[in-house]
């Protein structure tokens, strides 16, 4: 299923904009309206209540995006943190060095300049006078973390092993961008650190290669466009023991029609590589229980989940010679919960009963009303959007006080009672 389509319902239904539409755009730079925010939303806290909420051996923290400059040093992002990039001597455009073939421009075929490093990291400065310290929006959430390791510690007292996860803003200068959200300027990670003894290591990085797959399973993608590959010795980072990504089978339409394997998310073993370097760089002891402690890091794109859900979501069907587009999301990624719609908009004892649902529902589930259609295009509405549940309230609901369910999935309806409705959504998710 090409990924235009997916552009097109986020465009036509509200989930994702291009920012700044109204000036032209900002390329690579995206903005969630009213539906995306909350299905980005609950991509971050299902995420949270996994790696968080439901384990004793994870902390949170929310680290700032601006930080000291010696922490890049540190890190070795500002010497290392570059693309190869090759630039056209007609239309100045550049390129990575692995996206280039015959050493011509894929724009305009003349010749490309031979590779330069580029760094990815954005520049500004802080401080009353202009450019009076040059600091960094940070091109990752990591290092927030390792430069806490101190203070998490001494807060919290976990023993090895526990881990420090947190979700927030990074920023990358990408020259090659596009395929929608996939690669953006602006985006979230939904980092993990996790710290073990050294010699448990591989244990504790082969069982977050699986938990992580797990997750992306437990919540709708279909095993068949999920895979994990492991990076061979010449692929790894420096300062990597080894690294698996879990992939998903994209269908970008420049790409192979038959799809082409791309990162959600990497799960790396980054040794003690990370503390080591700020204990060196900055002077201050960052052992813990007597050893500086390896690093399992867990790390995904809040943005490129999101795209996947909605990717492996989407369906079309012929129901009565027409064609149906439904987004089969988890109940727990549906950014509504549950539509609740009059049968007639020209009734008002209709309304107001299906009003006042509306408001006893919106306590335990997010709920909308809407009355700007036909019954029929209503249902058509909620199912391109992902919602679970219908509730429908007709002229008989003003008689014996039942209301009609439609799910989202099978279009099946069951009469109930509107005393029983709560329970019976309740114990439907």
Excluded at 118 to 132: D, P, R, Y
Aim: hydrophobic share 35%.
């Amino acid at each position: 299923m090409s990924i235009d389509k997916i552009v097109s319902l986020c465009k036509r239904r509200g989930f994702i904009f291009q920012s700044s539409k109204i000036y032209g755009g900002l390329n690579s730079v995206w903005d969630y309206g009213a539906l995306g925010v909350e299905l980005k939303k609950n991509v971050k806290n299902l995420w949270w209540k996994n790696l968080v909420h439901q384990r004793e051996d994870v902390e949170g923290l929310d680290a700032a995006i601006l930080m000291h400059p010696a922490v890049w040093k540190a890190s070795g992002h500002l010497d290392n943190f570059a693309d190869l990039l090759m630039e056209c001597v007609d239309c100045k455009k550049r390129f990575r060095l692995e996206d280039v073939k015959d050493k011509k421009c894929p724009e305009c075929g003349e010749k490309l300049t031979l590779p330069r490093a580029f760094n990815l990291m954005f520049k500004t400065s802080i401080g009353a006078v202009e450019n009076e310290r040059e600091i960094f929006l940070r091109p990752e959430t990591a290092q927030g973390i390792f430069v806490n390791f101190a203070n998490i510690c001494q807060t919290i007292h976990k023993k090895l092993p526990f881990g420090i996860a947190q979700i927030g803003k990074a920023f990358r200068n990408e020259i090659t961008t596009g395929n929608f959200t996939f690669r953006s300027r602006e985006f979230e990670q939904m980092e993990l650190e996790y710290f073990v003894r050294p010699g448990t290591d591989e244990k504790w990085y082969q069982y977050w290669v699986k938990q992580r797959f797990q997750w992306y399973i437990n919540l709708g993608i279909r095993n068949e466009n999920l895979r994990i590959r492991e990076h061979p010795a010449e692929e790894l980072a420096h300062y990597a023991k080894a690294c698996s990504d879990i992939e998903y089978k994209f269908h970008f339409s420049s790409e192979s029609e038959n799809g082409v394997w791309k990162e959600l998310e990497g799960i790396a073993n980054r040794k003690d590589f990370d503390l080591k370097q700020h204990q060196k760089c900055s002077g201050e002891d960052l052992s813990y229980e007597g050893v500086i402690p390896y690093v399992i890091e867990p790390s995904g794109g809040v943005d490129r989940a999101m795209l996947a859900f909605l990717i492996d979501a989407y369906y079309e069907e012929e129901v009565k010679e027409r064609k149906r587009v439904v987004l089969r999301l988890h109940k727990d990624l549906a950014p509504i919960k549950i539509a609740v719609l009059p049968l007639l908009r020209n009734r008002p004892e209709i309304i107001k009963t299906t009003k006042k649902i509306r408001d006893e529902l919106s306590h335990y589930f997010i709920s909308k009303y809407d009355d700007t259609a036909s019954i029929g295009k209503l249902y058509r509405r909620q199912d391109e959007i992902g919602t679970p549940y219908c509730v429908t309230i007709d002229v008989q609901s003003l008689e014996d006080n039942k209301i009609t369910v439609r799910e989202r999935d099978t279009m099946k309806q069951e009469r109930i009672g509107i005393g029983k409705l709560i329970e019976y959504l309740q114990n439907k998710f």
